[in-house]
């Protein structure tokens, strides 16, 4: 028996949503006493896999797409118990492209273990985290899409048994550029956000939002009206209709916390709002409220943050 | 040119959630539903489509009759045609299968869906789609350009873009990008008038059943008070944000 769970990688390394992922199958693959096989086009060194509980590690030149690499999973999780794939952009196309050629249940959103495994139970975030839902799985072979982050990476051990493999994937369409920026954090797996909206006043006061990124070592995000104006790019903004993230940490600097922008980050463990305003709706979901000027607080902020990474 | 727009029917985004007593679905009571938001960025897509180089559009949601107003207001917004296959779905999966019997029996050169649903936030009906019908398949799709039978898809894939080239017909999960806010169209009189006489056609659902079912529904545990911080005294933030939450 066996989980097996897809592994993305990030320029050769694993992504950290990966090892998160290779500890869902872990948890999940030791309840039903089954061995976790990782599927990975990385060279990356195995034996990483194995600290978080891969026991077999398949090396395989993967697709480009999420249907080519959708195909190249099927063909190896043919006789497995259950599937497991992080929730980041590529495998929130892949895991519904999988359960429609396998015809397995599909769970996206997770943000539990398995609850139980006969029926298979886990609970998902539905309605932009208004409500989470317990929801049972069918059938054979189902499949766990994760929420970033929401699981957290534990550290177990795997046989960590390398094989390598070949099985051409089936692309049905053509990639023909891609365009990354480089050293960014990726805002859905990011473990710290620093976001802002219509306070900040223009593009050109990003600055200070940026740094405060920096010292963090968080991604930018911003609320939909900034993206709307063309101050941020679309791709920065967070909410029920953008991105949802679930970071650690996410500070929300002049933003009013209007409900369709709580919807895409409310699930954020530890929020930090600053606003001038001292009824912004924002801090009734905040934990931690500065009521002042983002043009004062923040580069006091990040002068703090400083002192205290200097300290430490 | 042949273009299907998936639709979902969705609570509006201000709609306050709440759950039936026994805790197993969406207590509708009070809350309004109106078209899934980033399926207007596709209808809106389509609207640019047809009117550059012509054809049809046909708008789709696979619900049961309470979904036929967000069918009526996307034909005020210049869909041709609305299907509503009439089932009350039990998962992604069972929806996917009834647009895919539907598309197969007629021949669109686009089908447009969105990212995702704001309702149960699956992001799964277009991948699945696409997958069940071998299609090309886009998605978080920021930008489509169709030349003869060649489109071009431009989707936010982690920290950037990628572009993609495929021969049609295609999927897309659309969303913002695809058209910007400001183009999106919103039903005028005529609109409404005329959406009273386009065709509506319902057809049987031919599925049955589902691989998931919803147990039970909950809230999320509310927050504790929040606690507030004086502007002067950042380094008291930062020492609770590093001892109490330890977020740092
Ligand atoms: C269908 C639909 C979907 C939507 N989806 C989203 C979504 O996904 N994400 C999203 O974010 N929004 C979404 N919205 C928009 C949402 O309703 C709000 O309009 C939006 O979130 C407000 O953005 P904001 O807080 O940046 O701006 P504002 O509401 O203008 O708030 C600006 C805030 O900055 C504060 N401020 C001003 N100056 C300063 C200063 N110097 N220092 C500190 N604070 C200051 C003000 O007190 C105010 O609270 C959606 C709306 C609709 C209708
Ligand atoms: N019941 C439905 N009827 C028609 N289209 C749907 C339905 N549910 C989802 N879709 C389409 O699939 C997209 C993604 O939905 P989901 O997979 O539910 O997140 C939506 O934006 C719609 O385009």
Redesign the pocket.
């Known amino acids: 028996m066996s989980i097996v769970v897809f592994v993305e990688d990030w320029n050769g390394a694993y992504k950290k949503a990966s090892f998160e992922a290779v500890g869902y199958a872990k948890n999940w693959a030791s309840m039903i006493g089954a061995k976790v096989i990782a599927v990975t086009s990385s060279e990356a060194p195995a034996a990483e896999l194995a600290d978080y509980g891969a026991d077999h590690c398949i090396q395989i030149s993967l697709g480009q797409t999420a249907m080519g690499i959708a195909g190249q999973l099927e063909a190896l999780s043919a006789d497995a118990s259950g599937v497991v794939i992080a929730g980041t952009s590529l495998g929130r196309s892949v895991a519904p492209a999988l359960a429609a050629i396998k015809e397995s249940a599909l769970s996206t959103n997770t943000i539990s273990l398995p609850l139980g495994t006969s029926p298979l139970q886990v609970k998902r975030g539905a309605f932009s985290s208004k409500g989470i839902e317990t929801i049972e799985l069918s059938g054979a072979s189902p499949i766990i899409s994760f929420v970033p982050n929401s699981i957290g990476i534990e550290n177990a051990s795997g046989e960590g048994v390398i094989e390598s493999q070949e099985i051409p994937a089936t692309e049905l369409l053509q990639v023909v550029g891609t365009e990354v920026a480089s050293g960014k954090v990726a805002l859905p797996e990011a473990e710290a956000v620093v976001s ?6 223009g593009p050109e006061n990003w600055g200070m939002i940026e740094e405060l990124a920096e010292v963090l070592g968080a991604a930018t995000a ?5 993206s709307d104006i063309g101050w941020r790019p679309h791709s920065e ?6 991105i949802q993230v679930n970071p650690n940490l996410y500070i ?10 709580l ?2 980050v409310s699930a954020s463990k530890t929020i930090v709002v ?4 001292p009824e ?3 801090f009734k979901a905040a934990d931690y409220g500065i009521v ?6 923040v580069p006091k902020l990040v002068n703090a943050l400083r002192a205290f990474k200097a300290a430490s | 040119m042949n273009i299907l727009v998936c639709i979902s029917h969705v609570p ?3 709609a306050k959630i709440n759950f039936t007593a026994d805790g197993t679905s969406l207590d509708p009571a009070g809350v309004q539903f ?1 078209i899934n ?1 980033y399926d ?1 960025f596709g209808l809106t897509k389509a609207l640019h489509l047809k009117e550059a180089q012509g054809g049809s559009i046909t708008v789709i949601n696979v619900g049961p009759a309470t979904t036929e107003p967000t069918l009526r207001k996307a034909l005020a917004i210049g869909a041709d045609k609305a299907v509503r296959i009439d089932a009350t779905p039990m998962d992604a999966i069972t929806v996917a299968k009834e647009l895919k019997n539907h598309i197969e029996a007629n021949s669109y050169d686009v089908i447009i869906c969105g990212q995702e649903s704001i309702d149960y936030n699956g992001q799964q009906v277009p991948a699945m789609l696409a997958a069940m019908l071998r299609l090309p398949f886009a998605n978080a799709c920021v930008g489509l350009s169709i030349q003869n039978s060649t489109a071009t898809a431009t989707s936010e894939i982690d920290g950037g873009h990628a572009t993609y080239e495929a021969t049609l017909p295609m999927v897309i999960g659309g969303k913002k990008g695809l058209v910007e806010e400001k183009d999106l169209r919103i039903p005028n009189m005529r609109g409404i008038m005329s959406a009273r006489t386009k065709p509506l056609e319902v057809i049987a659902s031919s599925e049955t059943g589902g691989l998931t079912s919803a147990v039970a529904f909950e809230k999320p545990a509310g927050k504790a008070e929040v606690k507030m911080v004086d502007a002067e005294n950042v380094d008291e933030l930062v020492r609770l944000l590093h001892e109490e939450a330890k977020a740092i």
Do not use: M
């Not at chain 1, 802002?196 to 006043?201: D, Q």
């Not at chain 1, 929300?252 to 922008?261: E, K, L, N, P, R």
């Not at chain 1, 600053?274 to 305003?277: A, F, H, L, P, Y």
């Open positions: 802002a909206g219509r306070g900040l006043k911003c609320s939909k009206p900034v903004h967070v909410g029920q209709t953008g929300a600097i002049g933003i009013s916390g209007a409900i369709q922008h919807a895409g600053v606003n001038t305003d912004a709706p924002f002042g000027d983002a043009f004062e607080v | 509006d985004t201000t109106v938001p207007e």
